[in-house]
């Protein structure tokens, strides 16, 4: 807290040690009272990474081709919002498919009448850089887990400007019994590319998130692949066992807390 | 029903009910678009704003937008009306209204007066004729003073609410962001922490981590854990040491159903919260937090727009006489304020709307990353609510929630207003960060402290 020098204008703070015991932005130093430079354009460039990610458009070429390489089949489909700032504004035009998409469903399903065990969606949903990133990788995992309980999978449905419930219309459509979607998450400062895992079970359009499962922050940095898929497939073995999703699925399927010996202690109170 | 009309610019505008002349008279905003109850166009709205204008403030107390029998939240404002409080101005009309609130007539103990006899819809009303300019200079003119263990609201400061938010609810981390926003001179509104997990257990923790470090430093403020109303009360049964009871509110009985709320609940929040008897100064221990759209985003908003069912609202936390109330204003998402233009006028109408009816009100000044706005949008609003005499705003580290992932004012953010306002923190607060050396601020303006205070300094030798 020592005063101002003429020489540099920004104070560093005398307790840098704390920035080890959290995430947040603490000892910043400052500038008189105000923001010290490095911290103000550190922040702006966290905002504008986070910005960026909301509007990068979703490269659905791009899956598409990375999903023929591991041998599946793609439908590519769009909300029923037709651009991006529709879609930040109507929440409900994004949980439904445009009229061309459902009528390309439809006539999938004309062709495979018998309808699938599992249906995959991924949406761009606020961060097409999540998708981008961790999608493929993810997909893999489930295709993998799901063939070896022997589960029927719909090819896997890529939906531009789509939110989570746009993942029932897909899979009542194609006649599924279960769905999951893999969707960008809304980017969060130093989170980007979070990628959002929803299921439901039975579904239909109109459901609310009731019906649904969560499986929230995949991503490098956060909850790893292989952690997600072996949660969802606890989910989705519970699911078929108990014939539901959500809410009444989720208590059970919670991983036991971390006991709190390991956590440093409480300098403030020790 | 009523109907209104209205003939401007050779064209008469015709709305069905009083509900569509409010909603079409409101400033353009994406949530009452996404409703479908916005004005389909430019001149409609200005016209809906003169046909509003026009409408007697009285007839508010003939028709509710909400039936009187379908919905408490509309009961407890007929029931509470103060027409004796009214008197003054029930031959007004809305337009004569605002031009009342704009006179010399209206001054700060005519407004006080006034409140009990104003409701939520006329407020409202009035609100959506008014420039930012109007919103402004009129809740200038209204200071609500409420005390628990210091005294907030007084003319000439502003206090902080501390939000000292862990990803995972880590008691380690959440101290060091207390301890970074005490020594940046935050906190006199309340350490108020969200957490990350809504078990019994752990918020228990975090209640007696709070109380423990506001008796060890004898820090003047009060703690509040953001936790549903019916978990704070189990934790006062079992005798945890609790200061403010928190809910978030809506202005309609159903959205308050969506969070699992009622006024009946809240007032076995409030009576459990007083059984304590933890305020020195004072008994005001409710903390709501609001904000518009959450009545559509709960599909509880009867086809009224955002800003009336958010001021609606207001009328449930008056009842109980808050600490504080919170409009989180730009936390909701753009579907309901889509820019920076859109969410600085609603949060300059939350403050104004809440002050008129006697309401501390604060503002969590605020944005998510998929809204179209940024850290100037906030300067602009803070600066704006400064200057209107609000009584708290948020302080967190650099601006960012790393647990809630959103963007609000920063402990740096707040000695900003401060300086540039002479805003002093509640003085009882004011005082011990003095005593601390941590913060000074005798001509006005903030002089932080060149050494750490022994008492921290022993606690951070701890961790060497």
Redesign the interface.
């Known amino acids: 807290?020592?005063?101002d020098t003429p020489a540099q204008g920004a104070t560093a703070?005398?307790?840098q040690?704390?920035?080890n015991?959290?995430?947040?932005?603490?000892?910043?130093g400052?500038a008189?009272?105000?923001?010290p430079t490095g911290?103000q354009l550190d922040?702006?460039f966290?905002?504008a990474q986070?910005?960026d990610?909301?509007h990068l458009p979703f490269d659905h070429a791009a899956l598409a081709a990375g999903l023929a390489h591991q041998h599946r089949q793609s439908l590519l489909l769009h909300s029923a919002a037709q651009d991006r700032d529709t879609y930040?504004?109507?929440?409900?035009l994004g949980r439904r498919l445009s009229q061309a998409s459902a009528e390309l469903l439809d006539q999938h399903r004309e062709n495979n009448p018998d309808g699938y065990d599992l249906a995959i969606v991924v949406a761009d949903g606020?961060s097409a850089l999540a998708v981008h990133r961790n999608a493929l990788p993810m997909l893999e995992r489930i295709q993998e887990h799901a063939s070896a309980e022997g589960w029927s999978l719909s090819p896997v449905a890529l939906v531009t400007q789509g939110r989570v419930a746009v993942a029932d219309e897909v899979a009542e459509r194609l006649g599924a019994r279960m769905v999951v979607i893999l969707i960008g998450e809304?980017?969060?400062?130093?989170?980007p590319d979070s990628l959002g895992l929803y299921f439901t079970y039975a579904p239909k359009v109109g459901l609310t998130d009731a019906y649904r499962n969560c499986i929230s922050n995949v991503r490098l940095e956060g909850l790893s692949y292989a952690m997600a898929s072996h949660r969802l497939l606890y989910l989705m073995r519970e699911a078929c066992r108990r014939q539901l999703s959500g809410v009444n699925l989720k208590d059970e399927a919670e991983m036991p807390?971390l006991a709190g010996d390991a956590?440093?202690?409480?300098?403030?109170?020790? | 029903m009523s109907s209104f009309h209205h003939t401007v610019g050779g064209e008469t505008y015709r709305f069905n009910s009083l509900a569509e002349v409010m909603a079409k008279a409101s400033p353009a905003r994406s949530g009452d678009f996404l409703a479908g109850v916005a004005a389909s166009n430019a001149g409609e709205r200005v016209a809906a704003k003169m046909a509003l204008a026009d409408i007697p403030l009285s007839h508010f107390l003939n028709e509710a937008l909400i039936p009187y029998e379908a919905d408490e939240v509309t009961r407890l404002i007929i029931d509470t009306h103060d027409a004796h409080a009214f008197a003054p101005v029930s031959h007004l009309t809305v337009g004569g209204f605002r031009d009342w609130l704009l006179s010399e007539h209206a001054d700060e103990a005519a407004l006080r007066a006034l409140a009990p006899g104003l409701t939520p819809e006329m407020v409202a009303a009035v609100s959506k004729i008014m420039r930012v300019q109007d919103l402004i200079l009129v809740a200038q003119k209204i200071n609500v003073v409420t005390r628990f263990r210091n005294t907030v609201g007084l003319r000439g400061r502003m206090s902080t609410r501390l939000q000292p938010n862990h990803p995972t609810d880590e008691p380690a981390g959440i101290a060091a962001s207390i301890l970074d926003g005490l020594l940046y001179g935050n906190g006199d509104a309340m350490i108020g922490i969200n957490p990350a997990t809504d078990s019994i257990s752990s918020i228990c923790e975090m209640l007696k981590m709070l109380d423990g470090i506001i008796q060890r430093y004898e820090i003047p403020t009060q703690a509040c854990v953001l936790t549903h109303v019916t978990t704070s009360i189990e934790a006062i049964n079992r005798g945890v040491p609790l200061d403010l009871v928190f809910q978030s509110i809506a202005g309609t009985e159903a959205a308050n159903a969506s969070f699992g709320v009622s006024l009946k609940v809240l007032q076995e929040g409030y009576d459990a919260g007083l059984s304590l008897k933890r305020g020195t100064l004072g008994n005001n221990l409710m903390y709501f937090e609001t904000g518009q759209g959450s009545a559509l985003s709960a599909g509880a908003h009867h086809g009224i727009d955002q800003q009336t069912c958010e001021t609606r609202a207001y009328a449930v936390a008056r009842h109980f006489k808050p600490f504080l109330v919170n409009t989180v204003v730009g936390f909701i998402g753009p579907e309901y304020l889509y820019n920076g233009k859109q969410i600085i006028r609603a949060g300059l109408e939350d403050h104004f709307c809440g002050k008129l009816l006697g309401l501390p009100m604060g503002c969590d000044i605020c944005y998510t990353n998929h809204a179209e706005a940024d850290q100037d949008d906030m300067d602009v609003l803070l600066t704006l609510l400064g200057v209107a005499g609000i009584n708290f705003i948020m302080g967190i580290p650099g601006s960012d929630d790393v647990m809630l992932n959103y963007q609000t004012t920063s402990f740096h953010d707040a000695l900003y207003a401060r300086q540039s306002l002479g805003l002093k923190p509640a003085p009882e607060f004011e005082d011990w960060l003095q005593r601390m050396g941590i913060l000074s601020q005798a001509d006005g303006r903030p002089r932080l402290g060149k050494n750490l205070p022994p008492a921290f300094r022993q606690a951070l030798a701890q961790l060497s």
């Open positions: 807290m020592a005063d703070n005398p307790w040690q704390l920035r015991l959290t995430p947040a932005r603490i000892a910043l400052r008189g009272t105000s923001m911290a922040f702006q966290a905002h986070a910005r990610a909301v930040l504004q109507r929440p409900d606020l809304r980017p969060g400062l130093s989170s807390v956590s440093p202690r409480n300098f403030l109170l020790s």
